[in-house]
């Protein structure tokens, strides 16, 4: 298993800011996702931060809006960039681990 | 692209019942995961499925891989009030680049 550490947990935000979310993980791992949880919906896939090289993102989504940084295989970060209320959500850091995957608890963001 | 239909949407329960929830979809999944998330909280992955027709255990939860690699169900037994919470069944698909697909999840509430 991997054990995650997601920063902030929670954050309120104006709109037209951007907040930047950090995720890191216990061990060295190849691959990090990060998901997108709207309020009482399903996880839905951001992007998968590669290390050394540019996320991929999911239809819908695109760099300019959730720019991803992999500096190394233990860490990553995620920008929501030029916020709206529509980008009120739970975001989640993820890593995969032998065909597993583990989540961090979460950043809880709150856009007024 | 890929969706799995998970069912019930939402279950209400006396304490000490079973508890069967399933998910279903139109492709092939080389691994299911089942996850538990509590509010304000990660999933938390409960049971992961490698093979078609394995049926694995964990304490109270018992979870099997359908035959044909397109079904997965997820069942508890004598449900206890720490049971509350969202169950999510997840698809992960190989080849290329590995994703999971989540279901809506079955949010479970159990009355003492």
């Known amino acids: 298993s991997a054990v995650i550490s997601q920063k902030p947990s929670r954050d309120i935000c104006q709109r037209g800011t951007s907040l930047t979310i950090q995720c890191q993980v216990d061990?060295?791992?190849?691959?990090m996702f990060w998901y997108r949880q709207q309020p009482g919906q399903s996880l839905t896939l951001i992007a998968t931060?590669?290390?050394?090289?540019?996320?991929?993102?999911e239809s819908g989504f695109v760099i300019d809006k959730f720019p991803i940084s992999r500096p190394n295989l233990t860490f990553s970060t995620l920008t929501v960039s030029n916020m709206s209320p529509e980008d009120s959500s739970i975001y989640l850091c993820s890593v995969g681990v032998n065909t597993e995957a583990f989540f961090g608890q979460g950043t809880r963001l709150t856009v007024v | 692209g890929q969706q799995l239909n998970q069912s019930p949407q939402s279950m209400f329960i006396q304490e000490g019942e079973d508890v069967s929830m399933n998910c279903t979809s139109s492709?092939?999944?080389?691994?299911w995961l089942w996850y538990k998330q509590d509010p304000g909280e990660g999933p938390v992955l409960l049971i992961a499925l490698y093979k078609a027709g394995e049926l694995t255990s964990n304490g109270r939860l018992t979870a099997q891989f359908g035959i044909t690699r397109k079904d997965s169900f997820l069942n508890i037994s004598a449900s206890i009030p720490s049971d509350v919470g969202i169950y999510f069944c997840?698809?992960?698909?190989?080849?290329?680049?590995?994703?999971?697909?989540f279901g809506k999840g079955t949010k479970l509430t159990v009355n003492p």
């Open positions: 931060a590669n290390q050394g090289s540019e996320a991929t993102y």
């Open positions: 061990s060295q791992v190849t691959m």
């Open positions: 997840a698809g992960l698909t190989q080849g290329g680049s590995e994703k999971l697909v």
């Open positions: 492709s092939i999944f080389n691994t």
